[in-house]
């Protein structure tokens, strides 16, 4: 990872504490308001022009790996984050809205960076990308209708408006572009050179839309401390809970080390940066569900960084019993 990447916990922090700072002064709060959503469409369209739909059809190539993956995270994790919203939110319906959209939105970019840390399957992991962003933007809506209907006032045609702007419209901008400097600087400038810039981008513009929406909510924060921290306990209870499933599935359907990383990865990290997106459009009038939603890059990049660490552990130690340099070795 670059210096931005690495520190990506640090630019949020330090986005959070400076918009609550400027949030003090008469008439940033307004202006902050109007800034959240074009930071949040830049950085939205520098991880979509990152992402190649070419590599649907490889994904086919490992049924076992991809199969799973989409079952836990677009079937298991959206009843699991009911399940602990239900345990730990119950008095909290708009954190535990927020909770449900951090959880059904599995990522599209950060969880390749730790695959390969760990040694795994990054060219698995990225072909499993595409499929990622295409069921999110079709089953959110689903999710969010079955799920958060009860909990709080949910304008269905606001929402699927806010999924069309947020993601259809990054997405098709961010492929033209993809397109055209491919064609027009060859796809090894592209791969080699322009792909390296976008992550430092991502991270840059999710900082400053952070900052700008602790800048307009200052008030709301500061009178309610305590709810990002309730949040904390059912993001962390997430990732144990399916750190664990992970393990369990890929012993029993035999995963390699390397297919093993790729599916905790996949089934870990979460897309807090487009569900957070979609809530600043989607629910103007209850401010802490985008709010609740910030919480994700700070746990985020803390855990799977522990849990690269684990993986490293597990492979040093020969502990993973389908390596296939284990079994070679053996045999």
């Known amino acids: 990872m670059d210096f931005v990447e690495k520190y990506q916990t640090v630019f949020v922090l330090v986005a959070i504490v400076g918009g609550l700072a400027l949030g003090q002064f008469s008439g940033v709060p307004a202006v902050a308001d109007r800034l959240i959503l074009p930071f949040l469409m830049v950085m939205l369209f520098a991880a979509f022009a990152g992402v190649s739909f070419s590599r649907l059809r490889a994904a086919f190539g490992n049924r076992r790996v991809v199969g799973s993956s989409l079952l836990v995270n677009f079937i298991w994790s959206p009843l699991l984050a009911v399940g602990l ?13 927020g909770l449900i959209m951090l959880l059904v939105t599995p990522c599209t970019d950060w969880y390749l960076i730790f695959t390969d840390v760990a040694d795994g399957d990054v060219p698995l992991a990225t072909s499993i990308l595409p499929y990622n962003l295409v069921l999110q933007l079709v089953l959110l ?11 709080v006032e949910l304008p269905l045609g606001l929402l699927i408006e806010s999924i069309g702007l947020v993601l259809v419209v990054p997405l098709v901008f961010g492929g033209l572009a993809r397109w055209g400097l491919i064609r027009t600087n060859g796809k090894t400038w592209f ?8 992550s430092p981008v991502q991270i ?14 200052g008030d709301v924060i500061v009178e309610n401390p305590e709810l990002l921290a309730l949040l904390a306990i059912p993001v ?28 905790n990865n996949t089934i870990l990290s979460r897309n807090s940066p487009t569900a957070l997106a979609i809530a600043v ?32 552990a597990i492979r040093d130690r020969d502990w993973w019993p389908f390596d296939p340099r284990s079994m070679l070795e053996s045999g």
């Open 204 to 217: 840059v513009f999710l900082s400053l839309a952070i900052g700008a929406m602790f800048a307009s909510q």
């Open 191 to 198: 791969t080699d050179r322009f792909l390296p810039r976008l």
């Open 236 to 263: 962390a209870a997430f990732y144990a809970i399916n750190l664990g499933i992970g393990f369990g599935i890929g012993r029993l359907l035999s995963f390699s080390y390397p297919e093993m990383v790729c599916f």
């Open 281 to 312: 459009v989607a629910f103007p009038n209850d401010p802490l569900i985008p709010l609740a939603l910030v919480i994700g890059p700070l746990l985020e990049l803390p855990l799977l960084e522990i849990i690269a660490q684990i993986h490293v």
């Open 85 to 97: 919203g239900a345990l730990f939110l119950r008095d909290y319906p708009a954190l535990w809205v």
């Open 141 to 151: 809506p689903v999710y969010l209708y079955a799920f958060a209907g009860a909990l």
